[in-house]
């Protein structure tokens, strides 16, 4: 069974900082394109960040760009989001997710597995 398990998420205040976790297992994701997502309340899920399989090229959504960073350790599975800065604006709740297209792919529908979410909130 294919699983991508997101951790890290919690309450902290603006300019805090906060580092999710994704780990995956049921198959081995080091030739995937691996990504976060984040949806915030009574709004659509948008891209944050995406790594490419070997972990050398990255992307970014402007509204978090200089403050976040994507890594991934393909020996364990796993994928990173370190996020720092944080905003109230950041609140929602933030994805994991991996896909087979090659490169860095930012849009949603390219991603075959998704991680349950966990929960990113930020005080003003």
């Known amino acids: 069974q294919v699983q991508l398990v997101e951790s890290g998420g919690g309450l902290v205040q603006a300019g805090a900082s906060l580092r999710l976790s994704c780990a995956a297992s049921?198959?081995?994701?080091?030739?995937?394109?691996m990504a976060w997502f984040r949806q915030a309340p009574g709004k659509e899920r948008e891209f944050v960040s995406t790594?490419?399989?070997?972990?050398?090229?990255?992307y970014y959504a402007d509204s978090v760009k200089g403050r976040f960073t994507i890594s991934r350790d393909n020996a364990k599975n796993t994928v990173y989001l370190q996020m720092n800065s944080l905003k109230p604006e950041d609140t929602a709740v933030y994805y994991c997710?991996?896909?087979?297209?090659?490169?860095?792919?930012?849009?949603?529908?390219?991603?075959?597995?998704w991680g349950q979410g966990t929960q990113v909130t930020v005080s003003s």
């Open positions: 790594i490419s399989w070997s972990g050398g090229s990255t």
């Open positions: 049921g198959r081995t994701f080091s030739s995937d394109a």
């Open positions: 997710a991996a896909s087979r297209v090659a490169g860095t792919p930012a849009r949603s529908d390219l991603y075959d597995y």
